[in-house]
Each structure stands twice: as structure tokens, then as C-alpha cells.
Nanobody
Framework: QVQLVESGGGLVQPGGSLRLSCAAS????????MAWYRQASGKQRELVAR????????YYPNSVKGRFTISRDNVKNTVSLQMNTLKPEDTAVYYC?????????WGQGTQVTVQS
């Protein structure tokens, strides 16, 4: 049974930081590309950052480049998203995603709210 369990979301003021974590089980983690998506209320889900099984990282919205950092720990089977200098427009449910090109799995999501 595959599980992706996110944690670390919450309420933070603009300019603050949060670190999201996703713990994976039931998959051969080292062979999976991992990603973080987000979905704001009333908007489509968008890819935020991706890290391949080989550790190559990509960041997709220009707005997060330089502020967000994705990383993975292949011993602990976790992927993290460090989010700095948060803005109100970063408010969304953040989802962990795993794929090896054959299977694809989603976490349940964690809410991030950025407001004064």
C-alpha cells in the first residue's frame, strides 16, 4: 500500500518560512521522481517543484524561484519543500506527488495559509 503523508503546513505571516515534508512508504523511493504541487482555492493544481530520482531539481512558477527549495532524503524516504519569504499568493493546499513513469501517487495535501 502506497502512502504519501505530508506535514508542516500551517498559518504564517508574509515574509515567513515553512518547511513541508512528505514521508513515502510502499514504494521503492530511490527510483521515483518526486514533486510538490499546489492548488489555490478556485484555481487549477500547479506544479511547484520537482526532484528527479537522480537529484535534479526544477522549479516551475517563476514566482517561487529563489524562494523555494526542494530536497530529498533517500534514507528516510522523504521529500521536503523549504519555503522562504512567503507571500499571500503562496496560499494553497500543497500536495506531494511521486511517479516512476509507470505508477503515480498523490498525498492528501497540507494547507499553507500566508496572511497577516
Amino acid at each position: 500500500q502506497v502512502q504519501l503523508v505530508e506535514s508542516g503546513g500551517g498559518l504564517v505571516q508574509p515574509g515567513g518560512s515553512l518547511r513541508l515534508s512528505c514521508a513515502a512508504s510502499g514504494i521503492s523511493f530511490i527510483y521515483f521522481d518526486m514533486a510538490w504541487y499546489r492548488q489555490a482555492s478556485g484555481k487549477q493544481r500547479e506544479l511547484v517543484a520537482r526532484i528527479t530520482s537522480g537529484g535534479i531539481t526544477n522549479y516551475y512558477p517563476n514566482s517561487v524561484k529563489g524562494r523555494f527549495t526542494i530536497s530529498r532524503d533517500n534514507v528516510k524516504n522523504t521529500v521536503s519543500l523549504q519555503m522562504n519569504t512567503l507571500k499571500p499568493e503562496d496560499t494553497a493546499v500543497y500536495y506531494c506527488f511521486a511517479t516512476n513513469g509507470v505508477g503515480a501517487y498523490w498525498g492528501q495535501g497540507t494547507q499553507v495559509t500566508v496572511q497577516s
